[in-house]
């Protein structure tokens, strides 16, 4: 029998040594793949939950108001001081996130809206409706928003983060297009309070099984995705007053502002102007909803542009098809037809939010350090804050006017403001 000698054997390991040593990382990069993607599933579910939860105002609206015999500007200011309270409190979750992780975060999110919606299904003046959907939906849709997701995003995807976010981001159409014929149902068959508290106990209930994810290896992200994967990366050691003195941060903040000013003053009240043009309210209801099956294809469309034709020219495509659709929807009042409907809410409904991934990755790639979670939570203040006043300001133009017109000019002008800064600042047209 024929029997190798120690040589013989020491080659054939030394053989075998190398292609093991090329399958571990390639193991360790599949499964880095893996979780990934179920990070990413995450994150977009959360944004499902919360923005779906949040928009579902606008179709509250209407009953709401007739129930208690309010105007439109005071219903409206419920829905304004959700996102104004979201955009205040976006600092303190980058901080938060910063100093302990996500697991505390997106808890904290999903208990104060499960108790914003119980105490709404019991409220009886407007400030008890401020204070929890306003303020505890506000801060609840913010611990579960943009902010959390891009931070833990950054760490599994790096280059692909614009990619990434425009699935999450899509996450607005999705949770729209969910619940808003959902929540129209509901108050049809059950009412608008046994409504709310149904969405609370819903929310109070995905707790546990949040709670028990693998939330440590979730937050320590991706091997493959270092500083040193990055050549161009540059430790500026920025800090939130470094990062104030530069003019990128207020040139996002102002391109945040202004455009969520021009499409919350609408968002707010799509669903009553639709009504008021002459269809019904489940025909409004589900056409806006439908939003968000356009939207997915605007965020990804928008985010693939942004491969192919750099991110300056995506922005203001984007920003272009959204005036497109203030002028379809202003033509709906006059011409109430489906293909005008169509038109609108593929024009708007697609873009709505579709610069936010572009906007997000380059907050987050001119301020990359330690502290950039603060940084673009501070940023964000802007979005929170002109999505606040976008709609209240909407409420009041329609209670002065009893109509649209002026409140469509109105948006048109802010979506405009929002697209200058792509057009002069200097670090936003690279």
């Known amino acids: 029998m024929d029997q190798n000698t120690p040589r013989e054997t020491a080659k054939e390991t030394t053989k075998e040594a190398p292609a093991v040593a090329i399958m571990e ?31 579902s105002f606008t179709v509250f609206l209407k009953p709401i108001s007739e129930n208690f015999g309010w105007d439109r500007a005071q219903v409206v200011s419920i829905y304004s001081l ?3 309270i979201s955009g205040l409190t976006a600092p303190l979750v980058g901080r938060l996130f910063d100093h302990s992780g996500p697991r505390i975060v997106y808890a904290l999110g999903l208990f104060l809206l499960g108790a914003a919606f119980l105490i709404a299904s019991q409220a009886q003046a407007l ?31 790096g280059s692909k983060l614009p990619t990434a976010m425009a699935v999450v981001y899509s996450a607005m159409g999705g ?13 049809d068959h059950l009412g608008w309070r046994e409504t709310y508290q ?40 920025w800090t939130l007053p470094s990062a104030m003195r530069h003019h990128a941060f207020w040139a996002l903040f102002s391109t945040f502002f202004f455009t969520a000013v021009g499409m919350y003053a609408i968002a707010a009240q799509i669903v009553a102007y639709l009504i008021d043009a002459g269809f019904p309210p489940l025909q409004a209801a589900t056409a806006w909803g439908f939003s968000g099956v356009v939207l997915v294809f605007g965020m990804l469309g928008v985010s693939a542009l942004d491969g192919l034709i750099g991110r300056r020219p995506s922005v203001l495509l984007s920003y272009a098809i959204s005036i497109l659709g203030i002028v379809l929807l202003w033509l709906l009042q006059y011409y109430p037809n489906i293909i ?51 709609s209240w300001s909407g409420g009041l133009i329609h209670d002065f006017t009893h109509g649209y017109n002026l409140l469509l000019v109105f948006a048109l002008a802010s979506v405009i403001l929002g697209m200058i800064p792509f057009l002069i600042v200097p670090a936003l047209r690279e």
Request: with cysteine; aromatic share 10%; charged share 10%.
């Open 25 to 55: 990382p390639e193991r360790s990069q599949q499964a880095a793949v893996r979780t990934a993607l179920v990070v990413l599933a995450l994150c977009f579910t959360l944004a499902v939950l919360g923005r779906g939860l949040s928009e």
């Open 82 to 84: 959700t996102w104004l």
């Open 127 to 157: 400030w008890q409706f401020q204070l929890s959907i306003g303020l505890c939906v506000g801060i609840g849709v913010a611990f579960i928003g943009n902010v959390p997701n891009s931070m833990l995003l950054g760490r599994w995807f």
């Open 175 to 187: 949770g729209v297009l969910a619940l808003l014929p959902a929540s129209q149902l509901l108050i």
């Open 198 to 237: 149904l969405f609370g106990f819903a929310a109070l209930g995905l707790l546990v099984p949040l709670l028990l994810l693998p939330w440590r290896m979730f937050s320590a992200g991706s091997p493959h995705v270092t500083k040193r994967s990055d050549p161009d990366f540059i430790d500026h050691s």
């Open 340 to 390: 005008l409907l169509t038109g609108f809410v593929v024009c708007f409904g697609s873009m709505m939010g579709s610069r936010g991934p572009l906007i997000t990755a380059t907050a987050m790639k001119i301020f990359r350090g330690k502290r950039v979670g603060t940084i673009f939570g501070t940023i964000s203040i802007g979005s929170g804050l002109g999505s606040a006043f976008g």
